[in-house]
């Protein structure tokens, strides 16, 4: 059974500091996704990473992809408000599509 | 273009009651997913439909949750005699064959009082 760890949980931070999200992952996979959910919404997507060594960054928020380490993180530098949601990882196991999710990372931004 | 659509977006069941829950997907999308986000068990799939293909139920709770894909198109999740451990939010996402991403619908608040 697949399953996917984030951590932390919960990430207070101040604004204009830099912080890294984690997602282990306990299964072989090359598809790994990034989303966030603000209050009462649904998930937006923000990355697609679909091979070892992948990299994608917009704004303030930069992913990344180790498959051998089952392994992505999601990097935030120089924090703003505006980024305060929550974030999950999910995983595309093997030939299956369906996603399985972590736990969520509910991030705060303090001004 | 217009995004994936549920309805409705709230309902308020009580216990033992039957609901439908309708996804309309983003059109041309030809795989069509089910998902449920509730407070204990976090986002968990539910069920996954590609084109003509047999459904992988792989992720329903129990035999009273089914859901059907009608011409290839709308998706309605139903949930026979319902139980408070049913109350969550259901999401419903769509996307093109081959394609790795998952667009993601408003969601559908199921309370079961």
């Known amino acids: 059974e697949l399953k996917v760890e984030q951590n932390p949980l919960f990430l207070s931070m101040q604004e204009g500091k830099n912080y890294t999200i984690y997602c282990n992952y306990s299964t072989t996979s090359d598809r790994l996704y990034w989303y966030r959910q603000d209050p009462g919404k649904s998930l937006e997507s923000l990355f697609v990473l679909l091979s070892n060594g992948a990299v994608k960054q917009e704004g303030r928020l930069m992913a990344s992809l180790d498959t051998k380490a089952r392994l992505s993180t999601l990097h935030i530098t120089a924090a703003v408000h505006d980024l305060s949601a929550t974030y999950f990882c999910?995983?595309?196991?093997?030939?299956?599509?369906?996603?399985?999710f972590g736990s969520g990372t509910q991030l705060t931004v303090l001004p | 273009g217009a995004g994936v659509s549920q309805s409705p977006s709230n309902k308020v069941t009580e216990k033992g009651k039957d609901v439908e829950l309708r996804c309309d997907p983003i059109?041309?999308?030809?795989?069509l997913y089910w998902y449920r986000q509730s407070l204990g068990q976090g986002l968990e799939f539910l069920i996954y439909f590609q084109g003509n293909s047999a459904p992988d139920k792989s992720g329903l709770p129990s035999d009273r949750f089914s859901a059907e894909r009608t011409g290839g198109s709308v998706s309605t999740l139903t949930i026979q005699r319902t139980q408070q451990e049913d109350s969550a939010v259901y999401l419903c996402?769509?996307?093109?064959?081959?394609?790795?991403?998952?667009?993601f619908g408003p969601g559908t608040r199921l309370t079961v009082t």
């Open positions: 999910a995983v595309e196991p093997g030939s299956a599509r369906q996603l399985t």
């Open positions: 059109s041309g999308h030809t795989a």
């Open positions: 996402a769509s996307s093109l064959v081959g394609s790795a991403e998952q667009y």
